[in-house]
């Protein structure tokens, strides 16, 4: 059983930054993909960003290329992710995912309740 607890949420103005955590806090003896996926009410879930910790390799949404990254602390089993130039499109609930393949969001076994990001214009 994997147990992840997303934070750092919050509101910011358009152009603002944050950053947000996802700590483990029950994990398993060996990690595979972890990402981070965001959902708009009435909307699907989506990925966002995504990194597998065998070689560091990652995966971004289009949308987040250039402006989000994504990064993890094997030693700690913890997963951040830096959001810059931020838009109000991108307020959303923003999940931490883990022991999954890239952005496929069926493919994630274990996932966190969420943090909120609003974006103000």
């Known amino acids: 059983q994997v147990v992840l607890e997303e934070s750092g949420g919050g509101s910011v103005q358009a152009g603002g930054s944050l950053r947000l955590f996802c700590t483990a806090t029950r994990y398993p003896d060996r990690w595979q993909a972890m990402g981070w996926f965001r959902q708009v009410p009435g909307k699907e879930r989506e990925g966002v960003a995504a990194i597998r910790p065998g070689d560091g390799r990652t995966w971004y949404a289009d949308f987040a290329k250039g402006r989000f990254a994504i990064s993890r602390d094997n030693a700690r089993n913890t997963l951040s992710l830096q959001l810059n130039a931020l838009r109000p499109e991108d307020t959303a609930v923003y999940y931490c995912?883990?022991?999954?393949?890239?952005?496929?969001?069926?493919?994630?076994?274990?996932w966190g309740h969420g943090t909120q990001v609003t974006v103000t214009s």
């Open positions: 995912a883990a022991q999954g393949l890239a952005l496929d969001v069926q493919s994630y076994n274990y």
